[in-house]
C-alpha cells in the first residue's frame, strides 16, 4: 500500500505499465527524477491517439529507457506499523519543526529510552535522524510548491537557518530550491 499527494499548480500525467514491465528495477513505489527529456515524452504517449502503431510502440521503448535511466528522489517515507513509533512520527508529521530530541518523544508515546531507536531502524529501515530529515524534506517541497518563501519554509520544516536548509537540500536533490521546480516543470 501506497499514498501520495501533489502540492501547488501542477499538470498530473499517469503513465500504467504491466508489472512485468519494470525498467528502474523498483521493488517498492518511488519516486524518481523527471528531467526535460522524460518529461516531453510523458507529454506526448499520454496524449491521444491510444493506439498500437510504430510511432507509439518507438515513443514507448524511448521512455522505458529514459525512465531506467531516472534516479530516484528520496522522497518515500515510510509510515510505521508499530503503534508508539506511529503515534511519534504523527507528533513530527504535525509539526517538522519540533527539535524535541528522540527520547523526549518516546517518553511522549510510552517508549522507554532505546525502543524508539530500535524501531526505527527495525520498522521503517532507517535511523530517526534520516526520517525527520526526508519529513522536514517532504514538507519543504510542498511549502515550496505553494510559493512560500524559502526561508518561510526553512523555519518551518525545523532547519536553524536558511543556509542549514539550503545545504541539506542540495544535498538530498542536487540543486537549490530556486532551480527545483525551473527542473521539474
Request: charged share 25%; aromatic share 4%; with cysteine.
Amino acid at each position: 500500500m501506497h499514498a501520495h499527494q501533489a502540492h501547488g499548480d501542477l499538470e498530473l500525467r499517469l503513465v500504467g505499465l504491466p508489472a512485468t514491465v519494470n525498467p528502474s528495477r523498483l521493488n517498492e513505489p518511488s519516486v524518481l527524477a523527471v528531467r526535460p527529456l522524460l518529461r516531453e515524452l510523458i507529454r506526448a504517449y499520454t496524449d491521444p491517439p491510444h493506439d498500437d502503431a510504430p510511432e507509439r510502440r518507438r515513443l514507448r521503448a524511448v521512455l522505458l529507457d529514459q525512465l531506467r535511466a531516472s534516479p530516484q528522489q528520496p522522497l518515500q517515507l515510510p509510515t510505521p506499523d508499530d503503534p508508539r513509533l506511529r503515534a511519534l512520527c504523527e507528533i513530527l508529521s504535525a509539526d517538522p519543526a519540533d527539535n524535541r530530541t528522540l527520547a523526549d518523544l518516546g517518553a511522549r508515546v510510552g517508549a522507554s529510552d532505546r525502543t524508539p531507536a530500535r524501531l526505527f531502524r527495525a520498522d521503517l529501515g532507517m535511523t530517526f535522524p534520516q526520517w525527520r530529515t526526508r519529513l522536514r524534506l517532504c514538507r519543504a517541497l510542498a511549502l515550496l510548491a505553494e510559493n512560500t518563501p524559502v526561508t518561510a519554509v526553512a523555519h518551518a520544516c525545523g532547519w536553524s537557518s536558511t543556509s542549514a536548509f539550503l545545504d541539506v537540500f542540495r544535498r538530498a536533490f542536487g540543486h537549490t530550491p530556486g532551480t527545483h521546480f525551473a527542473q521539474t516543470s
